[in-house]
């Protein structure tokens, strides 16, 4: 498997994001669409191929410490690392996330 053959995007729930006035200006419809067409223009034209996790997947919430999968619900938005009360690994929010939304790409093949 080359991991580097596939982009894994999540499909962020972008209406309920810009309620949050904090994100509402860093984030909008238009920027997000033009982002997954360029994307997806990109990943075609080198032959890549683009998938997208759906957007109820917990990205930021699943613990990616390998066949731990615990959920942490208690996770507020802003918090930027949390600690896994299951396997105590560290996370950086962000890191987190990207590594689940990988997994859960590469899985859906
Ligand atoms: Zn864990």
Not at 13 to 31: E, F, G, P, Q, T
Not at 44 to 71: E, F, H, M
Request: hydrophobic share 40%; proline share 3%.
């Amino acid at each position: 498997m080359r991991e580097n053959q596939t982009l894994c995007i999540e499909d962020l729930h972008i209406r309920n994001m810009v309620k949050n006035r904090a994100m509402a200006r860093v984030i909008s419809d238009a920027a997000w669409h033009e982002l997954r067409s360029l994307l997806a223009y990109k990943a075609d034209w080198y032959g890549r191929r683009l998938v997208t996790v759906d957007r109820w997947y917990p990205s930021s919430k699943l613990c990616s410490t390998t066949g731990c999968d615990y959920i942490n619900d208690t996770v507020p938005l802003g918090v930027r690392s949390w600690t896994c009360p299951a396997c105590r690994a560290v996370h950086d929010r962000d890191v987190n996330a990207a590594k689940n939304i990988l997994a859960a790409g590469l899985a859906e093949r």
